[in-house]
């Protein structure tokens, strides 16, 4: 192997650019070659792979986003489109492909390994929600940006003794709302792995404040959706004011975590020498706090378990 490339593709997330980092640096100090390939898939089937060295990864450890940019490319999903990607990374004379992206982008890893090309996937999503890795990168800063977000909500609610309903990311996944509300003090946690009664919500928002609670902080889970309509209701039923904040992409953004950072690092380096290794179709992940290394296709199709003990601990502390 003396050549490989890499993209990222989907949502961008903080952490990618950590990652295309280690990718490129452990890949040079192996006598590699690599190229960067601009906007994901849609820069692939476009031809936009350029020479990256050790400095085209400079002063890019704690910037958000990524550099090589990122795209949703639908077209990726018809196969004559990735039997063109395959031949021209072939033209390029790229031996394998690194892609730093969530399920969609595996997905398209998956199929471009069928048809000869070498693969490996890094997973960059703020979803969390790839069951065989504990984390995803990306994930630990857009948990802190909430955090952030919601402590400063607090301030206000509890000024004005109100209610506020924040919805945060995470598409069908609830970890981003679960966590947030863990390390926020949330008094509701309403995410799609749960069922939820919006009656029974408000009954326990009438019956926190005769306790004295000064305010309320309800986490919705995008996946959930529907923070106004829910702001509303609630409003109507206790006779509290009710805010609703979406933190939208926000979320997406920011200079990584020192933890997504040292993940990216982690799983960036094991890429590579997953190649070395002569390994193909595989995705680098985090278990236990070891970096480990699937097969592609069992990846995807693994069921992600839910943290139900996290969500218990969750009631049991929000009261
Ligand atoms: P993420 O990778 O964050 O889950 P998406 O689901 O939007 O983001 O997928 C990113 C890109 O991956 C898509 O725009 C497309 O180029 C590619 N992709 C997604 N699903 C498929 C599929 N079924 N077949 C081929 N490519 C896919
Ligand atoms: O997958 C990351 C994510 O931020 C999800 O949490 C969200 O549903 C989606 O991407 C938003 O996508 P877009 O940037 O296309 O609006």
Do not use: W
């Given at each position: ?8 593709s989907g ?5 990618m ?41 400079s ?8 550099v ?9 999903k ?22 730093i ?6 997905t ?23 069951a ?24 206000t ?11 945060v ?12 509300g ?53 409003e109507?039923?206790t ?31 094991r ?9 193909t179709a ?13 097969d ?19 009631e049991?502390?929000?009261?």
């Amino acid at each position: 192997m003396k050549k490989i490339a890499i993209l990222t593709s989907g949502g961008d997330a903080p952490g990618m650019n950590a990652a295309i980092r280690a990718v490129a640096r452990t890949a040079i100090h192996n006598g590699l070659e690599v190229v960067g390939i601009q906007r994901g898939y849609a820069g692939l089937i476009n031809g936009e792979l350029t020479p990256m060295d050790r400095r085209s990864v400079s002063d890019i450890i704690q910037r958000g986003g990524t550099v090589l940019r990122t795209a949703r490319c639908l077209e990726f999903k018809k196969e004559e489109v990735r039997e063109r990607a395959a031949k021209i990374l072939k033209t390029y004379g790229v031996d394998a492909l690194v892609v730093i992206g969530g399920d969609g982008s595996f997905t398209g890893a998956k199929l471009l390994s069928k048809l000869g090309v070498k693969t490996v996937g890094l997973p960059g999503t703020i979803d969390n929600d790839l069951a065989y890795t504990d984390f995803t990168i990306g994930f630990d800063t857009a948990l802190n940006t909430v955090l952030d977000a919601i402590n400063k909500l607090r301030d206000t609610s509890t000024s004005h003794e109100r209610v506020s309903v924040v919805e945060v990311m995470g598409r069908n996944c609830g970890d981003l709302a679960l966590y947030a509300g863990v390390a926020g003090g949330a008094e509701s946690i309403i995410i799609p792995e749960k069922g939820f009664d919006r009656d029974e919500l408000c009954r326990q928002i009438l019956e926190g404040k005769k306790d004295g609670k000064m305010h309320n902080l309800i986490l919705v889970a995008e996946g959930v959706g529907g923070a106004d309509d829910l702001a509303k209701y609630i409003e109507e039923i206790t006779g509290i004011e009710t805010r609703a904040t979406i933190l939208g992409h926000i979320q997406r953004g920011g200079s990584p975590t020192a933890f997504d950072r040292v993940l990216a690092s982690r799983l960036g380096h094991r890429a590579v020498e997953v190649l070395l290794e002569g390994k193909t179709a595989r995705v680098i992940g985090l278990r236990n706090n070891q970096v480990i290394d699937d097969d592609i296709d069992e990846a995807l199709a693994m069921e992600r378990k839910f943290d139900d003990q996290l969500f218990k601990i969750s009631e049991a502390l929000s009261n």
